[in-house]
């Protein structure tokens, strides 16, 4: 079995702190986090944590054993990407000069994304996807001049009925 992303869903009790003894668990065992998004929950004393992570089966497992081990963590769960509801947030500014306009709005118009602001020189542009459509957007724009960009990392939830807050079966 070769090296692959999951995605760790992270329920914690929304204490100050959980965040940074989250990443200083992976800082200390020399595993890089590709993308974390932090957010309450539907319940204010939760937090989630949604943690991208290249590695294998192994590294996964030692993962989750080494989370369930912090203070404050509930529960965790590794998410394959192809089987949860995931998307990610980006923010774009694009150079758009006179005729340049016209195909820019374009590609965001086939992108299903949306126009937030229109300087004299630069679109800056929201989208909202699954990591694979965000790359081939970014890509598309690229030829245009990209000036800076932001983006959030994967926010992901399990398919089907069962949350994070029901029992394993």
């Known amino acids: 079995m070769g090296e692959g992303k999951a995605i760790f869903s992270v329920l914690a ?7 940074l003894r989250v990443a200083g668990l992976f800082s200390r065992r020399g595993f890089n986090i590709d993308s974390v998004v932090a957010c309450s929950t539907e319940k204010p004393s939760f937090s989630r944590l949604t943690i991208v992570v290249t ?17 404050d ?8 990407p ?14 758009a ?12 118009q086939t992108y299903g994304a949306r126009v937030l602001d229109i300087g004299d020189s ?8 699954q990591t694979e459509e965000i790359d081939s957007f970014v890509e598309q724009l690229e030829r245009f ?3 800076e960009m932001a983006r959030t990392g994967i926010n992901a939830l399990q398919r089907g009925d069962l949350t994070i807050h029901d029992e394993d079966k």
């Open 97 to 108: 000069v006179g005729a340049g306009r016209g195909p820019i709005i374009k590609t965001v």
């Open 122 to 129: 630069t679109i800056t542009v929201e989208m909202t996807g």
């Open 82 to 95: 192809g089987d949860c509801s995931n998307s990610e947030l980006l923010l774009v500014k694009v150079r």
């Open 55 to 71: 590695g294998d089966e192994a590294t996964f497992t030692q993962l989750t054993r080494q989370l369930l081990k912090l203070e």
């Open 13 to 19: 009790v929304n204490h100050p702190g959980v965040l």
């Open 145 to 147: 001049g990209i000036l």
């Open 73 to 80: 963590i509930v529960k965790v769960e590794v998410l394959e």
